[in-house]
């Protein structure tokens, strides 16, 4: 594992706080004008830590979460900090089904998945999953104490009983919003890529899903931090 520069890819401010806060990351403002992308950079050890979160709507002022912005973002940050290592920190929701608690930190492998694109087309059905394969994980996985498992990307906090079918069919245990989209990015530019998600709500209990996230957003944020800088940590110390 010979990584030198690797970028975080991140939606929410709230998500990225402690992280930029831990890894003592800079402000270097927009990362590419006029795009509302916010640049943060920074090292660890040997290695060059960049972060990009997709910024603020300007129109509704929140932050871009979801998969347009994920896809902006990483091309951008592509085009302008040339990363040989990808990764997207963030939030997400878990399965009571899959063995998953809220603060469990996931990460992705073998692959990750659109559960919301249904077009069923010859073709075009598979292409709408999307099935993007990501850095073997394992390693890092067994020697941190992290579990593993399918990823899974839609539009939307919440679903519909479509959305948990699809889901099962491929065995997610990882119910997100970016991932999915920057792995298709990162695999257009053959860049390795994958993701670390802190469990905030557990999708197949009887909690609504959005009061759940609230509740935990802090938290789990906190452990999304915790557990990054110790998979940074052995990238570095990784470097043969
Ligand atoms: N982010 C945090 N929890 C989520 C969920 N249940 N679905 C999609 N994105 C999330």
Known sequence: MKFKR????????????????????????????PLPMAFYEGKYKSLNVDLVTSGKCYKHNVDHIGPQAAILNTASA????????????????GFMSAGGNIGDVYLSYPMICYHDRRIPLPGFDAYGV???????TREIANSL????????????????????????????????????????????????FFAIKSITDLV?????????????????????????????????????
């Open 6 to 33: 690797i970028v975080l890819i991140m939606a929410m401010e709230d998500e990225a706080r402690s992280i930029i806060h831990e890894l003592n990351l800079i402000h270097k403002g927009k990362l590419l004008s």
């Open 78 to 93: 592509i085009g302008q900090l040339h990363p040989d290592l990808i990764i997207n920190p963030g939030t997400a929701g």
């Open 130 to 136: 999307g099935s993007y394969y990501c850095f073997d």
């Open 145 to 192: 104490g992290l579990k593993t498992g399918v990823v899974s990307t839609g539009s939307s906090l919440d679903y519909i009983q479509k959305d948990l079918d699809m889901i099962k069919s491929y065995g997610g245990v990882v119910k997100e919003m970016e991932a999915a989209s920057i792995a298709w990015v990162a695999d257009l530019y053959k860049i390795p």
């Open 204 to 240: 197949d209990n009887s909690t609504p899903t959005e009061e759940e996230f609230l509740k935990n957003l802090e938290s789990a944020s906190f452990a999304l931090s915790r557990e990054i800088i110790r998979v940074i940590d052995f990238l570095a110390n990784h470097q043969e």
